[in-house]
C-alpha cells in the first residue's frame, strides 16, 4: 500500500553533515513517517519519527540536537538532516510509515530497503 525508497547514503567524515531522503509512493496521506537504523551487528534502532503535519517530531537521544527529521508532503518525501556525524552513527538507515504515531516508532507497517551511512572517523 505504501512503497518507500531511501536515497543519499555515502561516505562521510566525522563531524561533516548528510541527509538522506525517503521517497513514499502509494497510499501516503496521513502517514506517520520514521528512520531506524541498524549497526553491524546491532538490532534496529528507532532514530526519529514525523507527523504528517511535520508539527510533531520525535528523536532517539543518540541523535538530539544533531539531527533533524523533516517531510515535505507535496513531493511525498521525508528526509532526514545529520549534522555532526560519529562513526558510532555508521548503520544502515531504514525509512518507514505507519498509520499510528506510536506504531511508527516501535513496529512500522511499511519499510524501505535501506541505504547505508558510514562515518569514516
Known amino acids: 500500500q505504501v512503497q518507500l525508497v531511501e536515497s543519499g547514503g555515502g561516505l562521510v567524515q566525522a563531524g561533516g553533515s548528510l541527509s538522506i531522503s525517503c521517497a513514499a509512493s502509494?497510499?501516503?496521506?496521513?502517514?506517520?513517517m520514521a528512520w531506524f537504523r541498524q549497526a553491524a551487528g546491532k538490532e534496529r534502532e528507532f532514530v526519529a519519527a514525523v507527523s504528517y503535519s511535520g508539527n510533531l517530531k520525535d528523536y532517539t537521544y543518540a541523535v538530539k540536537g544533531r539531527f533533524t527529521i523533516s517531510r515535505d508532503n507535496a513531493k511525498n518525501t521525508v528526509y532526514l538532516q545529520m549534522n555532526s556525524l560519529k562513526p558510532e552513527d555508521t548503520a544502515v538507515y531504514y525509512c518507514?510509515?505507519?498509520?499510528?504515531?506510536?506504531?511508527?516508532?516501535?513496529?512500522?507497517?511499511?519499510w524501505g530497503q535501506g541505504t547505508q551511512v558510514t562515518v569514516s572517523s
Open positions: 518507514a510509515a505507519d498509520l499510528s504515531y506510536n506504531q511508527v516508532k516501535l513496529r512500522p507497517t511499511y
Open positions: 502509494g497510499r501516503t496521506a496521513s502517514t506517520y
